[in-house]
C-alpha cells in the first residue's frame, strides 16, 4: 500500500551536516503523518520528528531540537530531515515512518516503515 525509500545517510564529521530524503510510493501520501525514527547499536528505536499531512504541524525530541528539521513535499511525496551541528551521539540507522492521521511520537502508531539508512558521525 505505501512503501517508503530512505536515502542520504553516510559518514560525517562532528559538527557537519546532513539531509536524508524519503521517498514514498502510493496515491494517497498526502493523507499520511511522517515521522523519523532512528536507533543506534545496543538502544532502543527512538523518537526523532514528525511532521503533519499538510505540512504545517511538527514535533521534535528533545535531542535534536535546534538542530534537525523536518519537512515534506506532498507533490513530489517526499519527507526530508536536515541534520546540522551533528554529534557523534547521532550515530544511528534512521527510519521513515508513516501514519494515517494525526502526527505523534510514538512507535506503535506507525504502520508503514522503511528499510532505514545508516549515519554515522565521527567524533
Known amino acids: 500500500q505505501v512503501q517508503l525509500v530512505e536515502s542520504g545517510g553516510g559518514l560525517v564529521q562532528a559538527g557537519g551536516s546532513l539531509r536524508l530524503s524519503c521517498a514514498a510510493s502510493?496515491?494517497?501520501?498526502?493523507?499520511?503523518?511522517m515521522g523519523w525514527f532512528r536507533q543506534a547499536p545496543g538502544k532502543e528505536r527512538e523518537f526523532v520528528a514528525t511532521?503533519?499531512?499538510?505540512?504545517?504541524?511538527?514535533y521534535y525530541a528533545d535531542s535534536v531540537k535546534g538542530r534537525f528539521t523536518i519537512s515534506r513535499d506532498n507533490v513530489k511525496n517526499t519527507v526530508n530531515l536536515e541534520m546540522n551541528s551533528l554529534k557523534a551521539e547521532d550515530t544511528a540507522v534512521y527510519y521513515c515512518?508513516?501514519?494515517?492521521?494525526?502526527?505523534?511520537?510514538?512507535?506503535?502508531?506507525?504502520?508503514?516503515w522503511g528499510q532505514g539508512t545508516q549515519v554515522t558521525v565521527s567524533s
Open positions: 515512518a508513516a501514519r494515517s492521521g494525526i502526527p505523534t511520537t510514538q512507535i506503535a502508531d506507525y504502520a508503514y
Open positions: 502510493g496515491r494517497t501520501f498526502s493523507s499520511y503523518a
Open positions: 511532521i503533519s499531512r499538510s505540512g504545517g504541524t511538527n
